[in-house]
């Protein structure tokens, strides 16, 4: 019987529980979306642009039904690689590395974000924002770190070796 890695079954796990929540969420949100009235109802009628409303509407249906894509991919491939299929360890440090892109940048716009409000007049809340500063920073890069190990792990040479079904050199000698 070949030896399951702890590290791969709990990262799985650490997925599956939470992406199964997004699926729901998203899915009740792609149900609302469609049962929305379209742009010749709810939106017309109105304030302003009618292209404006129109753009608005059909990004947000955009993001909800592309963030229920991306959370049946995530939930489907945390199960597949709970069974230890190889696609899947492939995919994951996909988008574990992703996940580093996607952190790195909204860690650029949020610090960017907290220097356009110190400077914006609103009293003296530079002093204020260096402890969010500070968090997000750190946080950022906590998470980052984080995503990398679980990279690291995930293309380490016994892991590999697990999901290719092949045994480790050492487990033969000790056979």
């Known amino acids: 019987m070949k030896s399951r890695s702890r590290f791969v079954t709990v990262l799985a796990w650490l997925y599956i529980i939470p992406s199964a929540f997004a699926l729901l969420g998203s899915f009740m949100q792609s149900v609302f979306m469609s049962q929305m009235p379209g742009v010749g109802g709810f939106y017309a009628g109105g304030y302003g642009d009618y292209s404006a409303q129109h753009g608005l509407f059909t990004f947000l249906k955009f993001y909800v039904y592309s963030a229920f894509a991306i959370s049946l991919f995530i939930l489907f491939t945390a199960i597949k690689l709970l069974k230890r299929q190889n696609w ?4 994951f440090v996909g988008i574990l590395a992703l996940s580093i892109v996607c952190q790195l940048a909204w860690m650029t716009w949020a610090l960017s ?25 750190v946080s950022s890069l906590l998470l980052c770190g984080l995503y990398a190990l679980a990279i690291k792990k995930l293309l380490s040479q016994e892991v590999v ?7 480790e050199p050492d487990s033969l000698a000790a056979a």
């Open 88 to 91: 899947a360890r492939v995919c």
């Open 161 to 167: 070796a697990e999901f290719s079904g092949q045994q």
């Open 113 to 137: 974000a907290m220097n356009d409000l110190a400077y914006s007049g609103y009293g003296d809340p530079a002093k204020k924002l260096d402890g969010a500063r500070a968090f997000t920073l």
